[in-house]
């Protein structure tokens, strides 16, 4: 039930993000749009509950209730910058904004960036262990929740990776390529 559960809340995100876009850009309703995006949480707090009244119930704690706090975490996480990129591109396309400006490309400015997408990711990791704790102290017993305190070190190891990654753009900043001068000479007759 839980897995189903997490597909369910993956795909209500996406219908509830592009159902809110589409209202709010192609209906021209944008409080109606906006209080559909601000919907969106909503799913993670029934993922939530519907987690806890599994264990309540007296289910094994086990990888399902793990990956449900790992997808919380991400949510929280990484959920905010995901809609605002949407709807960035979503205002664009729809409703003739300017196309929204990208990450940037070299030097400091992308490890900054970097740096900032992989505090997403602590924030996920943070949020995932605390839940995962909770999870832990309300099953109340150590022989059965093994699988949830891996799902901690799995929450830190991913965030661990993607630091890693974001250093490389620190330590080996990607230049910009050289622009060649123009040729500001006169171009000979008849060419």
């Not at 969106?40 to 793990?66: F, I, R, Y």
Request: proline share 7%.
């Amino acid at each position: 039930m839980i897995v189903a559960l997490i597909v369910a809340c993956e795909i209500g995100f996406w219908v509830l993000l592009a159902a809110g876009l589409a209202v709010r850009y192609l209906l021209r309703m944008e409080r109606t749009g906006m209080a559909l995006l601000l919907c969106e949480p909503l799913l993670e707090v029934v993922l939530l509950v519907a987690t806890a009244v599994d264990l309540k119930n007296g289910a094994d704690p086990s990888w399902k209730h793990g990956l449900a706090a790992l997808y919380i975490g991400y949510t929280v996480g990484h959920g905010h910058r995901t809609v605002k990129w949407l709807d960035g591109h979503a205002a664009h396309r729809l409703a003739g904004a300017p196309k929204p400006v990208g990450p940037p490309r070299y030097g400091m400015p992308r490890a900054r960036h970097e740096g900032r997408v992989w505090l997403g990711t602590v924030g996920a990791a943070v949020v995932a262990t605390v839940l995962l704790q909770i999870a832990v102290w309300y099953v109340d017993d150590s022989s059965r929740t093994g699988s949830l305190e891996s799902w901690r070190a799995t929450a830190w190891r991913a965030a661990g990776i993607h630091g890693l990654i974001a250093l490389t753009y620190l330590i080996w900043p990607k230049k910009a390529p050289d622009v060649p001068e123009p040729d500001h000479r006169p171009s000979a007759p008849g060419r």
